[in-house]
């Protein structure tokens, strides 16, 4: 519903209209990409042991799956931007520059796997890279395009502060209780205080607001729970 929303919007030139569903639609997007890109980097190793018996593997990768935590983020919102160019009827856009990351991607990896010290990690960090440029290129052109300016801090921020404090209690979960109980259930226990204290954050920071909850399922149901219990922004 977002999608065919902005680009209504854009068509009839309602400047507000279309400032609030960008912004509500990055909002929805941070909010799933910034924890999981968190809880990739700090449960890296915990999460690749729950999932493979390969210990020798896992050891490989935790340093691998770490790094592409923030790619994970630049990804998901290089991603959205995409669809929201499209529906402004700017199409061209992330193809050139998706051709453009294409050959920085692979200049990257040439130069950082080809150095010894970094090896494989060279194409873990060529991604982080190459998704931070298309980010930064896609949200460029879509401010140029669009003229939208973009809730830094409800976008951003109130988001960021959540998955900072939803990463802090995976850790500290984890490393209380790996050695106490089988690891496997201490990874999982992690998880879902990490869930529970970003639920917390997120309603207690007021970071949602009325117009990001129209575009979900229920949407009347969901906002008259928040707005009774004051936890709208």
């Known amino acids: 519903d977002l999608l065919p929303a902005i680009s209504a919007a854009f068509t009839i030139r309602d400047e507000r209209r279309l400032t609030s569903t960008v912004n509500s639609s990055l909002k929805m997007c941070t909010l799933l990409a910034f924890p999981c890109a968190v809880g990739m980097s700090v449960l890296a190793g915990p999460i690749l042991e729950l999932l493979y018996a390969d210990r020798e593997g896992t050891a490989i990768a935790t340093p691998l799956l770490a790094i592409l935590g923030p790619a994970f983020l630049f990804m998901s919102l290089a991603q959205l931007s995409t669809p929201i160019l499209q529906a402004v009827g700017r199409a061209d856009i992330p193809v050139r520059n998706i051709v453009i990351i294409s050959v920085v991607k692979i200049v990257l990896n040439y130069i950082l796997i080809a150095i010894p010290s970094i090896g494989i990690k060279g194409a873990a960090i060529s991604n982080v890279v190459t998704y931070l440029i298309l980010m930064i290129l896609n949200f460029a052109a879509l401010r140029k395009v669009t003229k939208v300016k973009t ?61 990001d909850i129209k575009f979900l399922p229920n949407s009347k149901k969901i906002l008259k729970i928040l707005e009774k219990r004051n936890w709208i922004g």
């Open 151 to 211: 809730d830094i801090k409800s976008v951003y921020v109130k988001p960021l502060l959540a998955s900072l404090g939803c990463g802090a209690a995976a850790l500290l979960t984890y490393t209380l209780l790996n050695g106490m109980i089988r690891q496997s259930f201490a990874t999982i226990l992690a998880i879902l205080a990490a869930v529970l204290v970003y639920a917390v954050l997120i309603l207690f920071t007021k970071t949602l607001k009325e117009e």
